[in-house]
């Protein structure tokens, strides 16, 4: 079985139900596999499996509305951006959740996501901290570490935000200190976070701070609102 929903239309099994008055109680279990589509041309799509129960009330004029919840158990989103030329896959944390109290367009979403299998360098992402360092500061930040990229869903699935953030679970000591002293600043600003992001994945890894504008241009495709 696949439950498709995306922010036009509503699919079960790809059956339309019209022309009658219809009430269901459905409970979807992991057997099944629904589709949460954002843009249908760009193919920018959540695919993946869980559990929820939700009730579906369609009359036969055409009213349509959804109530109840979906908890995802796994799942990927091919995230897409500049107008779908790029497309990369985060894996959904477990545990997320989609919530219809009516209109099928404008469930709230509630949603984790993790950009895996990134290992890069710091000694760009770093460099205004560690220009004079100690020696063993520069070897250290020009070591590959592991890179946490994650992005979080939220708002509706009409209209969803899509915020990021970036960790660092191998640091330590003072290396660790600069990288959250930098990240402390770009949580600031989002446009300069989310060129570090573009950065991690079109190119797998930072980009410097002073051209960061002219190497990807605009990114306020990342961020969508």
């Known amino acids: 079985k696949v439950y498709e ?47 929820g129960n939700m009730r579906v009330v369609m009359s036969r004029k055409g009213d349509f509305n959804i109530f109840g919840d979906y908890i995802i158990e796994e799942g990927e989103y091919l995230f897409t951006y500049f107008g779908g030329i790029i497309s990369k896959p985060f894996t959904v944390k477990k545990g997320g959740q989609i919530t219809w109290t009516g209109d099928p367009i404008n469930a709230n979403i509630n949603l984790e996501a993790n950009y895996e299998k990134l290992r890069t360098p710091l000694n ?11 020696n063993a ?21 009409y209209k969803p935000q899509v915020d990021f953030d970036i960790q660092f679970p191998e640091l330590q000591g003072e290396l660790k200190t600069l990288a959250d002293s930098k990240m402390r600043i770009l ?39």
């Open 187 to 225: 949580r600031e600003n989002e446009a300069d976070l989310n060129e570090q992001v573009a950065g991690l994945i079109m190119f797998g890894s930072f980009l410097p701070s002073t051209t960061l504008g002219s190497t990807v241009g605009s990114t306020t495709g990342l961020a969508r609102t």
């Open 5 to 51: 929903f995306s922010s036009d239309s509503v699919k079960f099994e790809g059956t339309k139900l019209e022309g009658v008055d219809v009430e269901m109680n459905l409970t979807i279990t992991q057997d099944a596999k629904i589709n949460i589509i954002f843009d249908e041309n760009t193919n920018d799509i959540i695919k993946g499996t869980g559990n």
């Open 137 to 157: 500061n520069l070897t250290d930040a020009k070591q590959r570490t592991d890179i946490d990229l994650k992005m979080f869903l939220t708002g509706t699935l």
């Open 124 to 134: 760009v992402f770093l460099a205004e901290y560690i220009f004079g360092s100690t």
